[in-house]
């Protein structure tokens, strides 16, 4: 019977797939390639060729991208928007997406060839998540901000053209999850559940939809705003609030399971292990929560407030905190520090034994490249950034509020 009720989701999933409506394409931005470089060429081999898909990289913000990132600052290529950016980049298929005031950018990751740009109502602070097996061609989401027209959208990956939205006005990133049937008792009183599920919190509401329709599935409704963007894990989504409160909800229905109340507003995204949580607060708090009851397993005050997201991979924690970059290990202990010479808003990206953060506020402000295990710094360049970083292939790309875009790649 598990089997039939399988079959038949999925037959009314695929009749449930829209095509593409409306849309621009037409070329923005000037491209300057620093140097010439192999990349155009697909026989790279010995290469990990992974992608950084969404905001924090994966569902559950590990912050890790398994890819050969660059070791020194070779610039690759930069492309000048002309606005500050907030947005931090997606990266799959060789192609760079980011948020540049109210237009969603596409550029080519091997030369920085602006592929299309689609114009939104509002301004995008949040970062656009990108599936490649979503559509026909790809999608990819994102959100807007500060107008009664804001949107979430989503776009098709190839030509820019809008697919689907939904009136919503975020600073929240929207992450998507590709779902699997459990086969619990349980499941089979919950509605047919779609391919892929999309997570995004606006205002106070914490939103599922059919990442394919945008259709919705179900809203949580939490007491505070929500800036914060949802980890999510096999069974749960997991949320901070600016009144103090950190959620975690069930992934398919939407009811609360439990909340943590911080010591202040929680605008950090959190990130998911296999058994815990690890959330910060604006108040210089990093709390490490048992997933599963929300009970509060050791809290660490800091130097500064906390805005930047952890990264959170085999056993190591890494967040910015006031102007610092903080390593720790799963029992709360300070593995090592380092300096940013400016406030770390921006959130850090591990790749291939190197941790990179971006700093902002102040005239040293830089993007910098530390060394995973001992905190050494390997490499900097000055440029004020607020969004996070992201490395996929072989290229590690930075949005800067300079109004450029920038790709780093030193293969030769």
């Known amino acids: 019977m598990k089997k039939l009720i399988c079959s038949v989701s999925l037959l ?41 898909s969404m905001f924090r990289h994966d569902a559950a913000h590990s912050g890790y991208c398994n890819a050969r990132a660059p070791i020194t600052p070779t610039l690759f290529w930069k492309v000048n928007v002309g606005v500050p950016l907030y947005s931090s980049p997606a990266i799959v298929n060789k192609m760079v997406f980011t948020g540049a005031k109210d237009v969603l950018l596409a550029f080519d990751e091997r030369n920085g060839r602006t592929l299309w740009k689609a114009p939104m109502v509002g301004e995008i602070y949040s970062s656009p998540a990108a599936d490649p097996l979503a559509g026909k061609s790809g999608l990819v989401y994102c959100a807007s901000y500060g107008s009664r027209s804001s949107t979430l959208s989503a776009f098709d990956m190839q030509t820019g053209r809008r697919v689907w939205w939904q009136w919503m006005s975020t600073k929240s990133s929207p992450i998507f999850v590709y779902n699997i049937i459990i086969g ?45 963007t949802p980890a999510v894990d096999e069974r749960r989504v997991y949320f901070g609030t600016n009144d103090n409160i950190i959620y975690a909800v069930d992934r398919y229905s939407g009811k609360g399971i439990w909340k943590f109340e911080a010591k202040g507003p929680v605008v950090s995204s959190p ?82 034994g ?16 530390f060394d995973e295990r001992s905190g050494k710094p390997l490499w900097s360049r000055w440029m004020e950034v607020e969004s996070s970083p992201s490395a996929a292939y072989w290229s590690l790309v930075v949005a800067s509020l300079d109004g450029n875009i920038y790709c780093f790649n030193d293969l030769e």
């Open 12 to 52: 009314i999933l695929v009749l449930l797939l829209t095509g593409c409506s409306g849309g621009f394409f037409y070329e923005t931005g000037t491209s300057s390639i620093i140097p010439e470089n192999k990349a155009d060429s697909d026989t790279e081999t010995t290469i990990s060729w992974d992608t950084w």
């Open 354 to 369: 190197k941790v990179y953060i971006g700093s902002s506020k102040t005239k040293s402000s830089s993007i910098f490249c």
């Open 184 to 228: 619990t008792e349980d499941d089979a009183l919950l509605p047919i559940i779609p391919r892929s599920t999309l997570f995004i919190g606006s205002f106070n509401r914490l939103y599922a939809l059919n990442a394919d329709t945008g259709a919705t599935l179900w809203t949580f409704l939490a007491y505070g705003l929500i800036d914060s």
């Open 271 to 352: 990130s998911v292990g296999e058994k815990l949580l690890i959330a910060a607060s604006l108040d210089g708090v990093i709390y490490c929560l048992d997933k599963q009851t929300g009970e509060l397993i050791w809290a660490i005050k800091t130097e500064g407030p906390i805005q930047s997201s952890p990264a959170y991979y085999k056993g190591s924690i890494y967040i910015g905190s006031g102007m610092e970059l903080l390593k720790l290990n799963e029992e709360g202990k300070i593995i090592w520090s380092a300096r940013t010479l400016g406030e770390t808003i921006s959130s850090p990206a591990v790749s291939s």
